[in-house]
């Protein structure tokens, strides 16, 4: 027997009234909690606090207790001293490229591939990268990150994005690498573009926070602050741009959780393990390559080359120039090398600043391929033009304020 539709909603409410029992619902903490997080004038004031409280922990353990409270002092009183002893019979131009600069009292500042190298990626990088990637997967179990998103959404919607673009904006602050794939659950091939497009510039990687928390904790509120405003500025004007739509949000947004252990332990292992393979080989090849370049005396042809620019347009040294080009490798390292330059304060900041808006590193270059060789060039393309008009506006911002 064939029934109408006014018969079959009859029938689902006759099954409905013997097999559904309704209740009073009671609201319980998590619910509260819930709401509390998800409406701006609470959800604002407590999103800041987190974020907050994620910075802080951030630079606690991996800058105070880790870096400066143990690896320093291994690497530099009894790992450096060793190496300069076992090598020390090696020519000249391979200690050079192993240990770097023989008189050096510092990992820091040796910059050879295994001084340098191995310190920045074991002693500054890895907790650096640990910590977020911990603080990061809890909160992603515990359910406040979709929470998140719903609160930026109005604010992302201005740079043609929607509140969920925050995730990988958020895990690009650990590694470019995993948030460049992290751009796929974007739905239009536009929010794909700008995002991708904004993570490879004006965000920092965890390593490169770590850096910069080690060798200018003074200033890298103003780099930060700069990087931030391109963001915007930029994404708002890719949005005017670049064709296509941006459509609302649509997530589920469950109750809060307690994370288990087994899970946190199995991303954490799984992230940092990732970070490892990409990282490390790269901060060791990095630094050979820009000993080998120093060594056949093309960085300082390179140097006089590019110093008008640098000089005239950015307001930088003309040392500058290597550091940007072991930026390609990992800005990490480049960021390392910056800090062994000396420039005033507002100089460091505007290095600093196009070290992180450079041309992304290799493993982040290799993963944009993979996502279309288009958007790559799109991308480069508009990475090419912000370089120029970002860092000359920088220079034009101290020459105004009279401080450059």
Known sequence: MRLTTDQRWGLIDKIAKKTI????????????????????????????????????????FAGTLCTDGFFVKLFDKHFLPWAQRFFSQLPHWLYYILIGEPAADNCFEAFGVLTSGLFVALGVVLPAVFIFYLMFTLLEDIGYMPRLAVLIDTVMHKIGLHGYAIVPTILSL??????VTACRILETKK?????????????????????????????????LLYLLAGYFIFGFIMHKLIPGRSPEILIDVPTYQMPTFRNVGKKLRMRTVCFLKTAVPFVLLGCAVV????????????????????VNWFGVPKETVSPLIAAFLRKDLAVAQLSVIEMSKYQMITAVVLVSIYFPCVATFVMMFKEGWRELLGSLVVLGTVVFLYGGLLHLIWMLLGVA
């Not at 009073?24 to 959800?43: F, R, V, W």
């Not at 929010?191 to 850096?211: K, S, W």
């Not at 300082?300 to 008008?308: A, E, I, K, V």
Request: charged share 10%.
């Open 191 to 223: 929010e794909r573009f700008i995002m991708m497009t904004l993570l490879a510039i004006f965000i920092p990687c965890g390593a490169q926070l770590g850096i910069m928390q080690k060798v200018i904790p003074a200033t890298m509120g103003w780099v």
């Open 291 to 310: 000993n080998i370049l120093y060594l056949v005396g093309f960085m300082q042809w390179l140097s006089n080359t590019l110093s008008p620019l640098f």
């Open 174 to 179: 650990g590694c470019n690498v995993p948030a």
């Open 21 to 60: 029992t309704f209740g009073k619902y009671e609201h319980t903490l998590k619910d509260a909690l819930g709401e509390l997080t998800i409406k701006p004038l609470s959800g604002i004031p407590i999103a800041i606090a987190v974020l907050y409280g994620f910075w802080s922990i951030f630079c606690s």
